[in-house]
């Protein structure tokens, strides 16, 4: 008896060295998988990233753009109602501020200004009993923050990463003033309303770092403060083709700037 229990406590010491031996051995095994020749993989990797930083930042520095001065015109149009009701009298003019945080993005201060004609050839609800309202001048003026990015165009053509293309989304606000051309004895009538646009657009190196030439497309949806309104709606003229039973729609416009980099 006494040779077995002799027999087993040495068994038991064995297994207890070599399971020892064995945890020591998986915990040099991770010791060494977590450290790499000159220090801590996880201070390497945090070197790593800093330094890739440093370099980026060092080439934005050298080859980026810091600001531009935007500008330019082109056209501004109307969907549904207020398009059909709106002769847009073109140009719609420009001047924007873009701040360049690298490569890729910036962000975009600016305003613009477009008019449009609608014509009424009738008496309507909001303005009865004084005949045909005639011509009604509407100038929109837009103040907005937006923000471009820029795409990656390192493994595309030539062609394309020469025009820089890039995507746009703007924060708005439309303020508008309606005034009755031929009829002066009504009031002004002004308002404000929210919108956004988004869309795209490419830019054309004229000198690089100095001057480019930007071709902007952009959809908008404004909350315009008379888009429910029945005044220009018909009244009493039932032979009459014109008046609008509201003004709503979207917005289309396409602008082209010539820009001022440094």
Known sequence: MMLIRLILLSVLLLSSRVFAQSN?????ELEDDTTMSGGDIFSDFNEDLES??????????RYGRFFSVNLGGGLTTFTGNRGQ????NHPTFHLSVNYFLDFQKAIILGVEYSKHTMILDTEVNGYKNIGKIGAVITDMTRVFVGFKYYIDTTDLGTAITYSNPYFVGRLEYWYQKNKFLDK???????????????????????ELKASY????????????????TQDYAQFNDPDSTYGYDDLTGNVISVIVTYNFTW
């Open 24 to 28: 020591d051995q998986v915990l040099q």
């Open 52 to 61: 890739s930083q440093v370099l980026e930042d060092e080439r934005f520095y």
């Open 85 to 88: 009701a709106y002769e847009d």
């Open 213 to 228: 030439v930007d071709v902007e497309f952009l959809y908008h949806v404004v909350n315009f403060f008379d888009k429910f």
């Open 184 to 206: 002066p004895i009504i009031a002004d009538v002004t308002g404000g309303g929210i919108g956004t646009g988004v869309g795209f657009g490419f830019e054309f190196p004229v």
